[in-house]
Each structure stands twice: as C-alpha cells, then as structure tokens.
C-alpha cells in the first residue's frame, strides 16, 4: 500500500491536467494520517497553512477537524485525510488568503483522489464541505440537501449549537455504520438543554 501512495504522490507532483491549468500553485500537498484506515476524509484543496506545513487540515478548519476526531474517539493518525486537489489554489497578490478550487481544478484533480480511494478501501469516506462532495459524487446540491443521505460533514463556521448538532448527527451515522462504540455522553453532545 505504501508503494502504491508513493506512485501516487510521484504522479500528483507532475499531474499534466492539473499543472496545465495554470491556476494551482507549485507546493504539493498530498495527505495525511493511517492509510491502513477504514475512514477516510477528503477536503477540497489545501489554504495557506497546510501549503506552508505540507499537510492537509493544519490551519483553522484543521483544528476544528481535530476536535470532531477526538469527540469521535479518534485521532489523526488513525484516520486518513487528504484532498482532491493537491495544490493551493492561486490569487493574484497571493498572501495567507484563499479560494476555493474550481470545477475545472476539481475534474483535473479528480483521478488522484480516486485512485487514492481505490488503494486505501475505506469503509466510509467523509467529504469535508459541500465542494468536497459535489466534487466526489459528481452531484450538484447545497450541504443540507446531500447531509444525512451521504454523510457528508460540513466544518463549522458558526458557533451555532443546532449547526454543530447536524455536524455531530452525521459523525455518530458514521460511528454506527462503522461498528464504532457510541457512549450516551457521545449521543447526546450538542442537544439543546431542556
Ligand atoms: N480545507 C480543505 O478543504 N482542505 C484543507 O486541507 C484545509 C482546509
């Protein structure tokens, strides 16, 4: 399995449909975490602190990762996390901002990502963000529609305790379905209180 990532990760630096588009800047970044995992989770492109560190999910959206995995009981290295596209996407006047890749970048990413997926067989794959899962499942549709019906999770940019319990309700779905245990503190993280 190690070897197979590493052609990948040989094949990615140079990937022609990506590198053609002029669009992605030069630092690859590839993936993270256990590849010997039954969960996977896939963003869509890397910002400004996983170019500087070389590793997916290290800046804000990272953090919060972390602390979905350990609610969960688990921890980056016993996960696998990576993105379709391996290369920031590029502003003019580039400085710690970011955007989000585009449909283009995406399809010209897409083989990687699948392939990854073909080497690492998880038994579920959660899509980090509505670009991510529009992105795999070749669907188009807002978060909310796909939520519940594909797992898919959406990182949290409120302090929303409703929207952290639509988070929450998708991870137990992928706890269960994974065999995982699931505690009654663990059920009932984030239900408002009577
Ligand atoms: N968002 C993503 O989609 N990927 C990262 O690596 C970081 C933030």
């Given at each position: ?31 993270t975490g256990n590849?010997?995992t039954?969960?996977?989770l ?13 590793e997916p999910f290290v800046?804000?959206?990272g953090?919060?990762l972390n602390?979905i995995l350990k609610?969960?009981?688990l921890s980056r290295d016993m996960v696998y996390i ?113």
């Open positions: 399995m190690e070897d197979k990532l590493q052609y990948l990760r040989d094949l990615a630096q140079n990937w022609k449909p990506a590198r053609d588009l002029n669009s992605l800047r030069d630092t690859m970044v590839f993936a590849p010997h039954q969960l996977m896939i963003g869509e492109a890397p910002g400004y602190y996983e170019e500087v560190q070389r800046g804000r959206a953090e919060k602390q609610a969960m009981g990576s993105n379709i596209v391996k290369f920031r996407p590029a502003l003019p006047n580039q400085r710690t901002n970011n955007r989000a890749p585009t449909p283009e970048e995406i399809e010209a990413c897409l083989p990687i990502i699948m392939h990854e997926i073909q080497v690492i067989q998880p038994k579920m794959i959660i899509a980090l963000g509505g670009t991510a899962a529009v992105g795999l499942l070749g669907e188009q549709g807002s978060v909310s529609s796909m939520r519940g019906r594909y797992h898919p999770s959406y990182l949290l940019r409120s302090d929303n305790p409703r929207e952290k319990r639509k988070v929450w309700e998708d991870m137990l779905a992928v706890m269960e379905r994974m065999g995982m245990p699931v505690s009654e503190k663990q059920r009932g993280y984030f239900l408002p209180r009577e």
